[in-house]
Nanobody, 120 residues
Framework: QVQLVESGGGLVQAGGSLTLSCAAS????????MGWYRQAPGKQRELVAA???????NYADSVKGRFTISRDNAKNTVYLQMNSLKPEDTAVYYC??????????????WGQGTQVTVSS
């Protein structure tokens, strides 16, 4: 069984910062790409940022220059540093990881989501 547990969401004023963390645990053999998605009310879930095991990153255009994704492979943890937050960043943020467990093929896993609210 694999779990992704997110933390770090909350309420912040526009221009402020938050850092999200997501730790994977369980019978993990290897983790490939990890990423953050978000879903605002009435909108589809969208990719915010992703990072490969080797550290290559990609970002949604709307967050480039403001958000930074990083990971600690030893801790099976991915982070999202969010600076210069805007009200339009308000959403539920979900962690995603491509994980191989012992004796099984790669599969996608999701966290439970953490709310980020940016007030104007």
């Amino acid at each position: 069984q694999v779990q992704l547990v997110e933390s770090g969401g909350g309420l912040v004023q526009a221009g402020g910062s938050l850092t999200l963390s997501c730790a994977a645990s369980g019978s993990i053999f290897s983790i490939n790409a990890m990423g953050w998605y978000r879903q605002a009310p009435g909108k589809q879930r969208e990719l915010v940022a992703a990072i490969t095991r080797g550290g290559s990153t990609n970002y949604a255009d709307s967050v480039k220059g403001r958000f930074t994704i990083s990971r600690d492979n030893a801790k099976n943890t991915v982070y999202l540093q969010m600076n210069s937050l805007k009200p339009e960043d308000t959403a539920v943020y979900y962690c995603n990881a491509e994980i191989q467990t012992w004796g099984t093929p790669w599969d996608d896993y999701w966290g439970q989501g953490t709310q980020v609210t940016v007030s104007s």
